[in-house]
């Protein structure tokens, strides 16, 4: 079984330019890992895994390149109970939220747990993680935001909670 999830990773521009906002802590995870999920999948089989690359490739084809901002930094699920830093966009793209919302409905009856979606899609980067309930001491330098990411193709990547592997990458329709 492999754990699968779909995301838009940030380009090299918009890594450095996050780094920049970045202090030093433990808690910041790795820039490689910076992304934007558009959909979690859990553990899929060949089967599911090619089904969601034929859908992936339909969304791809119908989703046009956009940009989406992110605004605003914040802890999840509260500042009670950190358990990691996130960059939220407060007014995602409405195209790109119904072509998230298409794509959960197509691919929900195929997975094994579709209970494990959000009931409401929040565009997001998670930038930190937590490791205890302590929150960790992080530096963020949230007055240089918002961070813009060019949303030009989507990957179905296969995670084994160490390193993330991109399987296949759809470009997103250019106008």
């Known amino acids: 079984m492999n754990r699968l999830f779909i995301a838009t990773f940030l380009n090299e521009a918009e890594k450095d330019l996050l780094g920049s906002l970045l202090g030093s802590s433990n808690a910041f995870v790795s820039g490689d890992k910076w992304h934007l999920t558009w959909m979690f999948l859990g553990d899929c089989n060949k089967e599911l895994e090619a089904e969601t690359l034929q859908i992936l490739e339909e969304t791809a084809s119908n989703c046009k390149s956009q940009n989406i901002t992110y605004d605003k930094f914040s802890i999840w699920p509260s500042s009670m109970r950190p358990r990691v830093g996130v960059l939220e966009s407060s007014t995602a793209p409405s195209e790109f939220i119904d072509s998230v919302e298409q794509m959960q409905k197509k691919l929900a009856p195929l997975l094994t747990n579709p209970g494990e979606q959000h009931a409401h899609f929040k565009p997001h980067i998670t930038i930190a993680r937590f490791k205890n309930k302590s929150n960790d001491e992080i530096q963020f330098k949230s007055e240089n935001l918002p961070l813009i ?5 989507v990957a179905l990547v296969k995670s084994d909670f160490k390193s ?10 250019q106008e």
């Open 149 to 153: 990411q060019a949303l030009n193709e």
């Open 164 to 173: 993330y592997k991109i399987i296949e990458k759809f470009s997103l329709r």
